[in-house]
């Protein structure tokens, strides 16, 4: 008979998933289990010896507290047997070399971005250019991907998006299957740099959806010529069947009625559309909505999205029209798939207070208010970046300029082209 310690005995813990929000229960002795829906992580509380190892089981995916001393041990959810390997020596020498690397000076550890690779998909081929990261955001890994693309195997024949621009696509879709606290949809935001290709990301997100028979989405830009670049990308994408509409070419009437004859695809509009009105009082915001419906869950694109930074502005100043439309017609459509998309979105606290879908404030959260939120400047957001990333929320890579050269060079006005500027600015 074994003297070995055994598991206090516990009821079983029920929670509910924090982002399909079914009911699902966990066994005695198990710290964290994976919700059998949505696959999103649920942490449980645990009672046992703080000594106790830590162990994954290979067939549920539970992390379990091991009680010290066993070789061998059953998982508590699943009944498996479960080998533990835990060698002190092993241990000792790994600290070591934690150790040693923590006191090398040498190697990234100054450098201010490092080269970036997809860390858990391995989809696709590569960038077709050399893609880098902040330091500080490579310190942290994504979560575990564990959405399967309906369009996989069209993604891996055709080749039309990159490793890093399917790992966006997966990352988003995921984390669109979330709830948060307040009940409305989990969002997603897009921080890549010019060259990454969050056009191409975009269209295969909408290309996704559709497969999923989410036929209708926005898409929301700086000028309503790239309505035509949008065209482009689901055309490569072999999205052609999904038809881009210019709300800007189309009247204030129902978009469904006859006369205009819109029931499905893709409304591209700009942020000034969003905001426009008729003579008799209309609003497109009025009219994106009754198009979208009740219960709309499909998508909702706000490309270069810091156009919407000024719903909280500097102190004695206005917020922007925009920035309350945006933050209205997200309200309005609680259960939309939201995608936020700008280089430069996170520049400082006070540009996100309209990315409400990120659920970094409010109920259930770290900070009550966004104003919380706000009051850690700009030396938090980085905090605030990382733990964005670790959660499945945020990706930011940008092209890599190493070798890249530049030249400052003078260029002397003649006395001509200076007399003439004088004339301009002095007529």
Not at 280 to 300: A, M
Not at 398 to 406: C, I, P
Request: aromatic residues 6%; charged residues 25%.
């Amino acid at each position: 008979m074994s003297n070995h310690p055994a598991l206090p005995r516990l009821p079983a813990v029920t929670a509910r998933c924090v982002g399909c929000r079914t009911y699902l229960s966990a066994a005695p002795g198990v710290m964290e289990l994976p919700c059998p829906n949505c696959q999103m992580r649920q942490t449980f509380p645990s009672a046992v010896d703080p000594s106790a190892a830590r162990l994954r089981c290979f067939t549920c995916k539970a992390l379990v507290s091991v009680p010290p001393g066993l070789a061998s041990f059953p998982c508590p959810q699943c009944k498996v047997q479960l080998d533990v390997h835990v060698d002190d020596e092993d241990v000792n020498e790994l600290v070591v070399e934690v150790e040693r690397v923590e006191d090398d000076d040498g190697g990234m550890a100054g450098e201010t971005f490092t080269d970036y690779r997809p860390a858990k998909l391995s989809i696709g081929l590569p960038h077709p250019d050399p893609v880098v990261e902040t330091s500080s955001l490579s310190a942290v890994q994504p979560p575990e991907p564990t959405y399967d693309p309906k369009i996989k195997d069209d993604l891996e024949s055709s080749k039309a998006l990159s490793c890093l621009q399917i790992e966006t696509l997966v990352y988003a879709c995921q984390r669109h299957l979330q709830h948060l606290p307040d009940g409305t949809r989990a969002g997603f935001f897009i921080g890549d740099g010019a060259g990454v290709g969050k056009g191409r990301t975009i269209a295969g997100i909408i290309w996704e959806n559709w497969h999923h028979g989410r036929r209708k989405a926005l898409w929301i830009s700086v000028g309503s010529d790239l309505k035509f670049d949008a065209r482009r990308d689901l055309d490569d994408m072999g999205a052609t069947c999904i038809e881009v509409h210019a709300l800007n070419k189309l009247p204030y009437s129902k978009l469904e009625s006859k006369s205009v004859g819109v029931r499905e695809g893709v409304i591209f509009l700009t942020y000034s559309s969003l905001i426009a009105s008729s003579e008799k009082g209309r609003t497109r915001l009025q009219q994106l909505v009754q198009w979208c419906g009740s219960g709309f869950d499909g998508l909702i694109i706000f490309d270069e999205c810091h156009k919407a930074k000024n719903l909280v502005p500097e102190h004695g100043k206005k917020p922007t029209r925009t920035g309350e439309a945006v933050l209205d017609i997200q309200a309005r459509l609680p259960e939309a798939r939201v995608v936020y998309c700008s280089a430069t979105g996170a520049s400082e606290p006070r540009n996100m207070a309209y990315m409400v879908r990120l659920g970094l404030w409010g109920t259930g959260t770290s900070f009550c208010d966004f104003g919380a939120l706000e009051k850690g400047g700009v030396g938090a957001l980085e905090l605030v970046a990382m733990d964005m990333k670790a959660r499945g929320m945020y990706l930011c890579r940008t092209l890599s300029y190493k070798g890249a050269e530049f030249e400052i060079i003078e260029a002397p006005l003649q006395d001509e082209m200076l007399v003439r500027t004088t004339h301009f600015l002095h007529p």
